[in-house]
């Protein structure tokens, strides 16, 4: 079992030595970004990336972020990059936007899954922040969870399941964002994004006129179809309890909330619809899309051990985070959508 440094007022120095000694031999850590927390260790150091892989249960070919703490330092990382990918770079980092970029050969190949690119992003966050620039090298990290279960935003809610191999596990309290960081590639000159975040389409538009939403944000990746990103492919997000996306009118929402009162099924969705459910399990997210966003990977956890045959999910608009929001959805709900209240007779029978 690691140690559990409380950094949730201010960062303690010797405390944050003792992290930088950790890194240095190889061992792996737990850390608060803006975004969810990351499970990371030294980025350059194959045994400590090794680690990672194991402490999650990761499939190796699903490769991993490296976090850099400035522009310098993700320069160490990369061979070239372009003018549209250095605006990017200007205008996102740091912050909730990871960048692919051509990897050099610092970069050891069980980070990257054996690509020819990395993925960097430069976190906001203060801990990740001082971590980093202490470490003085990049830190590889993925998400904080086991692989397949919902990100971890908090450490309550992950340090059962990571504490075997975990040296330490820092809390900075709630992250602020909830989801994690955009993943864009630029094709073509072209900015691609692989995985939303809160840095939106809109923002990348707003940038440089121009931004593409790869198809499998939104769709299931078909067997043997090849994806620009190896994430795309994997079970995410996903509960034990079986979860469904409802996507239906107002109307169908009252009709549906009548079908399943008095029954084992809860439903999650925004403050506003809590009228609609007021008399089935419903649990709010919040008051906009930027409580959600922050919410649903603790709202998940929290419900899965209540034991309800099923939980339903509102869906929401695709501007801004929304999409974000959906992408995630989506894959915690396997792909079951609900469109019409008939379909939700049909899961009640069986
Ligand atoms: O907000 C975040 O991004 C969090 C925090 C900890 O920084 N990290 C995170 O890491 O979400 P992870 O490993 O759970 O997700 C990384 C995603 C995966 O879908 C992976 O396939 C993709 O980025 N990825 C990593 N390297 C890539 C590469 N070279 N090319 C394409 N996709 C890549
Ligand atoms: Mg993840």
């Known amino acids: ?28 850590i737990v850390f608060p970004t803006e975004t969810v927390y990351g499970i990371g260790g030294d980025a350059f150091n194959d045994n400590a990336c090794r680690k990672i892989f194991m402490a999650k249960g990761r499939p190796s070919d699903n490769p991993l972020i490296v976090h850099v703490s400035d522009r310098k330092m993700l320069e160490k990382c990369v061979k070239n990059i372009s003018e549209l990918e250095s605006k990017l770079i200007d205008a996102f980092m740091p912050g909730p936007f990871t960048l692919i970029l051509p990897k050099n050969e610092s970069v050891p190949g069980v980070v990257t899954a054996n690509l020819n690119t990395v993925a960097i992003r ?22 904080a969870n086991k692989s397949g279960k919902p990100s971890g935003t908090n450490i309550l809610d992950i340090k059962d399941e990571l504490k075997e191999n975990v040296a330490a596990f820092i809390d900075g309290g709630n ?20 995985r939303p975040g809160a840095v939106t389409k809109e923002d990348i538009f707003n940038l440089v006129g121009k931004v593409k ?46 079908l399943i009162k008095n029954k084992n099924i809860a439903v999650i969705g925004l403050d506003i619809d809590a009228k609609i459910f007021e008399k089935v399990n419903f649990y709010s997210v919040g008051k906009d899309l930027k409580e959600f966003s922050k919410n649903i990977f603790s709202k998940l956890r929290e419900l899965d051990v209540l034991n309800y045959n099923f939980i339903l999910i509102e869906s929401v608009g695709l501007d801004g985070i929304g999409l974000a929001i959906m992408n995630r959805l989506i894959r915690t709900c396997g792909y079951n959508v609900v469109n019409k209240k008939e379909q939700i007779i049909e899961y009640l029978e069986n």
């Open 213 to 258: 939403v790869d198809e499998h944000v939104l769709n299931e990746v078909k067997k043997e179809e090849v994806v620009l990103s190896p994430g795309m492919k994997h079970k995410h997000y996903s509960p034990r309890t079986q979860c469904i996306l409802l996507d239906v009118s107002n109307e169908e929402k009252i009709e549906i909330s009548s």
């Open 175 to 194: 992250t602020e964002i909830g989801i994690e960081s955009t993943v864009v590639r630029v094709v073509d000159n072209v900015p691609v994004i692989l």
């Open 1 to 28: 079992m690691g140690v559990v440094y409380d950094w949730k007022n201010d960062i303690d120095k010797l405390e944050l030595n003792n992290i930088c000694s950790f890194l240095k031999n190889g061992e792996i």
């Open 122 to 143: 430069m976190p906001k966050n203060m801990i990740a922040t001082k971590i980093i620039s202490s470490f003085g090298k990049p830190i590889a990290a993925p998400s």
